[in-house]
């Protein structure tokens, strides 16, 4: 059974930085596609950042690009999110998510998530 479990999330001012992690169990971590998402109040859900499955290059969510950097390190079987330059509206909770086909940007498309991490910008 594959859970993730993320990480690192907190209350950081504008202009700051945080970085997120999502471990993943159940699985090596490059056998699944991996996403970011994030859900800020009120919203709906929408896409950060992400892996295809074996693909090296994230795809990002235009407005986080120059801004946010996602990795994974497999000896540990973690995906980070990296987050410079916070701004107010990046005040979501944000999930990681990981499925075995080759997906993206599509919410629909993941089977397994995480519970979340609270991530608040403010001043």
């Known amino acids: 059974q594959v859970q993730l479990v993320e990480s690192g999330g907190g209350v950081v001012q504008p202009g700051g930085s945080l970085r997120l992690s999502c471990s993943l169990s159940?699985?090596?971590?490059?056998?699944?596609?991996l996403g970011w998402f994030r859900q800020a109040p009120g919203k709906e859900r929408e896409w950060v950042a992400c892996?295809?499955?074996?693909?090296?290059?994230?795809l990002y969510a235009d407005s986080v690009k120059g801004r946010f950097t996602v990795s994974r390190d497999s000896a540990q079987n973690t995906m980070y999110l990296q987050m410079d330059n916070l701004k107010p509206e990046d005040t979501a909770v944000y999930y990681c998510a990981a499925d075995p086909a080759w997906v993206c940007r599509v919410i629909s498309n993941y089977s397994y998530w995480g519970h979340g991490t609270l991530v608040t910008v403010s001043s």
């Open positions: 159940g699985g090596p971590l490059n056998y699944y596609s």
């Open positions: 892996f295809t499955k074996q693909e090296t290059d994230p």
